[in-house]
């Protein structure tokens, strides 16, 4: 995939899958953002979102998250949940997404967070788009 170079060279071991679409921001041929959306147990998902460390802050990510909020319209993914760091929540509320607990979330996802927190000391919370 043309994404898997981008996520080593930010220092992700994620890795994309075939069922995987991805909203890809470029800047002179190169992958600057990448946003990964799948469906996983027949719930849609913003899986990841990504944007080249030195050029987080320059809007890049706004623009790939619009275009993945035209998308979701279209095609009517409601709900969409994602599991994203503490601080980023007013971000993906740009685009409709709300902070629900822990116990709102498909029983999957719940099992997923847990094993985010358990090696991460980074903050994870829900959220939902209706």
Do not use: W
């Not at 190169?30 to 990964?36: A, E, L």
């Not at 994602?82 to 996802?109: M, N, Q, R, T």
């Amino acid at each position: 995939s043309i994404v898997d170079p981008f996520y080593e060279q930010e220092g992700k071991n994620h890795r994309a899958r075939n069922s995987d679409l991805f909203f890809v921001a470029f800047v002179e041929n190169t992958i600057v953002g990448v946003c990964r959306f799948c469906i996983e147990e027949n719930t849609p998902l913003l899986r990841s979102m990504i944007i080249q460390a030195s050029l987080r802050s320059q809007k890049i990510g706004t623009k790939i998250l619009k275009s993945f909020e035209k998308y979701l319209n279209k095609n009517n993914f409601r709900p969409t949940y994602c599991i994203p760091y503490g601080h980023l929540g007013k971000f993906y509320g740009l685009i409709g997404f709300k902070v629900i607990s822990d116990e709102e979330a498909p029983a999957f996802l719940q099992e997923r967070i847990q094993t985010y927190r358990k090696n991460s000391s980074d903050a994870f919370m829900f959220m939902r788009r209706d």
